[in-house]
């Protein structure tokens, strides 16, 4: 048996080509799985990039977003068999989902939601980690008082999304989302969030509401372009994090007058790295799906496209790269 996956072009990188691979065998700790369906994230996009600037010898799969069924596992396996339903983002440096059957290290992932089906479920994992991650691991949110605040910037992004009904579900802190249209605004609103503000005035819009200083701030979208103001909005030792790189050098003194702390979120670290706590990402996707079983969390897929496809994947990637998607596009197979 073979599998047929969707891959960059070596001969033209900005294009997708379809190939077929041997079927891959599982290694000690992976699992080999059938994939029924992939989300696109703009990591998928800013790879591809990468790679039309820089070129490539050979195909290229790419995708970090999947659902499907286990097929075989690894001599050291012990929490998965085959049959099982599972989704996970997968790890940057192993080739992507964008495929009928993809290896993965079993450690990074999670029991599926028995409540979501392929499409839903595969709009989770990427988005899910991150969002967990960044509020509980960098910002550790959890710990705060019912007095704090948090603004997230990009609530109706795919991490947003998720970022919104995590902090309400296992803080107290009263949550800030940003969006500039209206339909962004409701999505948010009935995520969870106390509030909403323009993006493009945030110190105008939160001091209508009385607020100078924000405790918590979690950057989901243009570091650069936010930086000034998020800057200015943090409070005295309070914690920015960011999930997006940023191209200009920042200007940290505001925050060293503050005695404020900078992280950053990087959800493939634990798998590019093999740290030693790797298998905490298949633990937080068990805990996700509890919820989203639960009623407390609801997928972010915004749209599904049909067909592990040259086009699909092709249109997945022009969707993303709009900037404008609510939620999360998935491509079912």
């Known amino acids: ?26 290694g000690e700790h992976d699992l080999l799985v059938e994939v029924k369906a992939v989300s696109i994230n703009p990591v998928d996009t800013k790879v591809h ?43 940057i440096t192993r080739p992507g989902s964008n495929a009928t059957y993809q290896l993965v290290d079993a450690r990074i992932v999670g029991h599926k939601p028995a409540s979501l089906d392929w499409a839903a479920a595969a709009a989770v994992p990427l988005t899910a980690l991150t969002a967990w991650e960044g509020l509980f691991e960098r910002l550790n949110i959890q710990q705060a008082g019912a007095d704090k605040t948090l603004l997230i910037v990009g609530g109706a992004g795919g991490v947003g999304s998720l970022a919104i009904p995590f902090a309400k579900h296992n803080s107290q802190v009263t949550v800030i989302a940003t969006a500039s249209r ?37 950057i989901l979208n243009d570091t650069d372009g936010h930086w000034d103001a998020v800057s200015e909005l943090i409070a005295p030792q309070g914690h920015i994090c960011t999930i997006v790189e940023n191209e200009h050098p920042l200007n940290q003194d505001r925050l060293k007058s503050k005695s404020a702390a900078l992280h950053w979120e990087f959800m493939y670290t634990r798998s590019m790295y093999q740290t030693a706590d790797m298998a905490r990402q298949g633990e ?50």
């Open 1 to 26: 048996m073979s599998v047929k996956a969707i891959a960059v072009n070596p001969e033209n990188p900005t294009d997708f080509i379809e190939i077929t691979q041997p079927m891959p065998q599982p």
């Open 284 to 333: 937080i996707l068990n805990e996700v799906a509890k919820l989203v079983d639960n009623g407390v969390v609801e997928s972010s897929l915004s749209e599904t496209l049909h067909g592990l496809s040259v086009e699909s994947i092709t249109e997945a990637h022009r969707k993303v790269l709009e900037g404008h998607m609510r939620g999360k596009v998935v491509v079912a197979f």
């Open 49 to 91: 990039a990468g790679i039309a600037k820089s070129g490539l010898k050979e195909p290229r799969v790419l995708g970090w977003d999947a659902s499907g069924i286990v097929k075989a596992v690894g001599a050291g396996v012990t929490q998965f068999q085959p049959g099982d339903e599972v989704w996970y983002a997968g790890d």
């Open 182 to 218: 209206e339909e962004s605004a409701r999505w948010c609103r009935a995520r969870g969030a106390d509030s909403v503000v323009d993006y493009r005035d945030l110190k105008g819009e939160l001091a209508k509401q009385g607020i100078t200083f924000v405790d918590y701030i979690f």
